[in-house]
């Protein structure tokens, strides 16, 4: 036996089986799709993101002059850029198209990061999603917030909406299986 290693009890579920229940394949998030009664969510597109930290107004105003900064079950454009805001200096930069920007600090006081493979986009649509979503949360929608951060079912993600009976979720790529599998 080496040291740090442990001897398995007979009566202990082998350790690779129990790791294959908790981490399941992810879907082909290309087709990706639920849909219930009342409502429905999908692997949303992907679009541009840069995640910002620093001065992020200044970032903003530098990557996507007029982004608007959004909060929490905010509603959106997803025509247009907007930073999703994460904390006093974090947000996500969403752009329908991409753009050019070389991950690392400025010397004004930002970073910038390029994210598009870092968040998988869950988009949902129907009243029960909505309510789905108001249930699962780890705070009440209907109180503002300037940051989008919340928790999903206990999965950490930004949340905010395209129309009253739309909302986008950005979870980690790492954490997107689980929070599909929880969904179905």
Do not use: N
């Amino acid at each position: 036996m080496t040291s740090g290693s442990y001897p398995q009890r007979a009566d202990q579920p082998d350790p690779a089986a129990a790791s294959s229940e908790l981490w399941r394949p992810s879907p082909d998030w290309s087709e990706a799709a639920i849909e219930r009664a009342g409502w429905a969510v999908r692997a949303g597109p992907r679009p541009w993101q840069v995640l910002l930290g620093g001065d992020v107004d200044l970032a903003i105003a530098t990557l996507a002059p007029g982004a608007p900064r959004i909060g929490l079950w905010a509603i959106v454009d997803a025509g247009s850029p907007y930073a999703v805001t994460i904390g006093r200096d974090k947000a996500l930069l969403v752009t329908p198209v991409a753009g050019v920007c070389v991950s690392g600090w400025r010397p004004q006081g930002w970073s910038a990061t390029v994210a598009d493979s870092s968040y998988q986009i869950l988009e949902f649509s129907g009243a029960g999603a909505l309510d789905l979503l108001r249930a699962a949360v780890s705070t009440h929608l209907d109180r503002p917030s300037r940051s989008a951060a919340v928790q999903v079912a206990g999965f950490p993600v930004l949340l905010y909406r395209r129309s009253s009976t739309q909302a986008v979720v950005h979870v980690e790529h790492a954490l997107a299986t689980g929070l599909w599998t929880w969904l179905l």
